[in-house]
């Protein structure tokens, strides 16, 4: 087997993906601990410590500017190199989240067994099932009085619309918590609050008849879980390793972050299921990682938040071949060759230089200026790699530059911002000039106001404009698409690919619209468009 081949089975690069205070942060803290990158819990920073201030905000990102190593964490554990990609807590900074789940190969699923599918968990999992994205699924929290197992599971079958297929299964809830059975290894595991688990609290037990079993977590506990476990073999199919990586169904696994119950199983579980780096579809042909030619693309660039130093950091996913430091590669879209004398690989406490990367590695690389988001790299191919969708921003607003004699500066900080990706940026078809600003939420257009004016010394104010339901639109019949364009001038906008934007004031309207117009197709995310568009 060629090293490339070697390396690349072994690598797992997963998101975790989950509706905030679900426990992402303190599940990323136990799998690094198990993977001994971290010795000390609390050593991985929150996202949620992103409160709605905006000068909190700048200060974690100035701290993040030196240590951006807590995007990316790498480790070794059970034979592969396991790469975990942080996403943002914050609601407002979702389309981040969004795009990182192109540069993973699966996700990692949290759900708050007292809460239950939360909104954004539902959102993430739609942009998972749009690309097939294997899911395992942890239910945590389950040392606090929660929902009942079998309606969590059916919740999460309903509405993430995945087939669930419980993996081990809790014994009690809440204070009478007592553990979870394997149904796969046909073991208990035992949970004790408090104490660190030990071998001898995983006990073997082959037949659910075993009087044992009633001896270690009591009759009553007992015989709930052998009936739980006859009606779930006669609901849930078992476990199919197919189901999961193609997306189907989802691994379900129980237990309790804080206390680091049932999180090894789940690792180990990821270990031995997860898939290694899947093919990535370009838009001209699908490439495969095994390919000896390096390929990758950008996924997500990070302001170096010192003003005096402008360059940032792109963060790539490699999609193919070897990546090594120093050679010089081809930026498809400038048609330039790029070499980077300083390629990071991320760890978890820290990001050192790498000579090498492998299909499923991020590397981070500094940049000047270079890279938007969704470039792609190659060793000369002329390909380009789709996935990196816009989503529909929720909050429009007119922009304009507050201050006339800072003309260039304003217009190079809202480049080079949209850039980022901080914001879309959207105009009107036959004025270019009238720039409409499209974000997730208002906290983005503080920082953007804040960034502008510390970074670039330019004043930007906004505008309110009563459109704020946005759809990309598309069509099989260019006059049909013509035609809607002209007759709803005032609702189109165009976005940075020059692809049209419809606008609407409601939802109501936007179904009376949409009825009306057989001949165009509306999509909430621009990914889609290109999709379609695709031969
Ligand atoms: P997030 O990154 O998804 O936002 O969640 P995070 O890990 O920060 O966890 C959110 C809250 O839930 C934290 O409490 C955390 O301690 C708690 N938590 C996580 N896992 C479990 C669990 O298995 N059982 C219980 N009972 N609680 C859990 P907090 O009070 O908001 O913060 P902290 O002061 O404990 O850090």
Not at 65 to 80: A, C, D, P
Request: glycine letters at 8%.
């Amino acid at each position: 087997m060629s090293e490339l081949d070697t390396q690349l089975r072994r690598r797992l690069t997963f998101a975790i993906i989950s509706h905030p205070d679900s426990g992402k942060t303190t599940i990323t803290e136990k799998l690094l601990l198990f993977g001994g990158a971290i010795h000390i819990a609390g050593a991985v920073k929150s996202g949620k410590t992103m409160k709605a201030s905006v000068s909190d905000f700048m200060a974690m990102e100035k701290e993040r500017g030196i240590s951006i190593s807590t995007s990316v964490m790498g480790f070794e554990y059970g034979g592969r190199k396991i790469n975990i990609l942080d996403t943002p807590g914050h609601a407002d900074f979702s389309e981040d989240t969004y795009r990182g789940l192109s540069a993973v190969d699966s996700a990692l699923l949290v759900i708050d067994s007292v809460k239950g599918v939360e909104d954004r968990t539902r959102k993430l999992c739609e942009v998972c099932r749009m690309r097939h994205t294997p899911i395992a699924t942890f239910m945590n929290k389950l040392d606090r009085e929660g929902k009942d197992p079998m309606e969590l599971l059916d919740e999460t079958e309903r509405e993430l619309a995945i087939g669930v297929r419980p993996v081990t299964w809790p014994i009690g809830q809440g204070k009478s918590f007592k553990g979870v059975y394997d149904l796969v290894q046909k073991r208990l595991l035992l949970f004790f609050p408090g104490e660190v688990q030990r071998p001898s609290d995983v006990v073997t037990i082959d037949d659910l008849s075993n009087p044992l079993l009633d001896q270690k977590v009591g009759s009553s506990l007992a015989t709930k879980l052998r009936d739980d476990v006859a009606l779930l073999s006669g609901v849930y199919p078992a476990f199919d390793a197919d189901e999961y990586l193609s997306g189907k169904a989802t691994p379900v696994f129980f237990g309790s972050a804080i206390n680091n119950f049932g999180i090894r199983e789940l690792l180990d579980a990821m270990t031995a299921l997860a898939p290694a780096p899947t093919a990535k579809h370009s838009e001209e042909r699908v490439v495969q990682p095994s390919e000896d030619k390096f390929s990758g693309f950008v996924f997500k660039i990070h302001a170096n938040m010192n003003p005096r130093h402008r360059d940032r950091v792109a963060f790539l996913r490699v999609c193919s071949g070897t990546f090594e430091r120093n050679k010089t590669y081809y930026h498809v879209r400038s048609g330039k060759p790029f070499r980077t004398a300083n390629p990071t690989a991320f760890m978890a406490q820290d990001s050192e230089i790498v000579n090498e990367a492998w299909p499923g590695d991020i590397v981070g690389i500094h940049d000047t200026g270079t890279f938007k988001i969704g470039d792609t790299v190659t060793e000369g191919e002329e390909i380009n790699f789709k996935g990196i969708p816009s989503f529909a921003p929720q909050i429009f607003r007119y922009i304009v530059n507050a201050d006339p004699l800072k003309e260039k500066q304003y217009h190079k900080g809202l480049d080079q911002l949209a850039e980022e990706g901080v914001v879309q940026i959207f105009s009107k078809p036959h004025q270019p000039n009238v720039r409409v600003l499209g974000v997730v939420g208002q906290l983005q257009l503080e920082v953007l106001q804040y960034r502008m004016e510390h970074e670039y010394g330019a004043k930007c104010a906004y505008r309110p404009i009563d459109l704020n339901i946005a759809h990309w639109i598309t069509s099989d019949e260019p006059k049909a698409l013509k035609e809607f364009i002209d007759e709803h001038s005032r609702r189109i906008l165009v976005d940075i690919r020059g692809t049209h934007i419809f606008m609407s004031e409601s939802e109501w309207q936007f179904e009376r619209i949409k009825a009306n117009n057989l001949a165009i197709r509306f999509y909430s995310t621009s990914e889609m468009v290109a999709d379609r568009a695709a031969p």
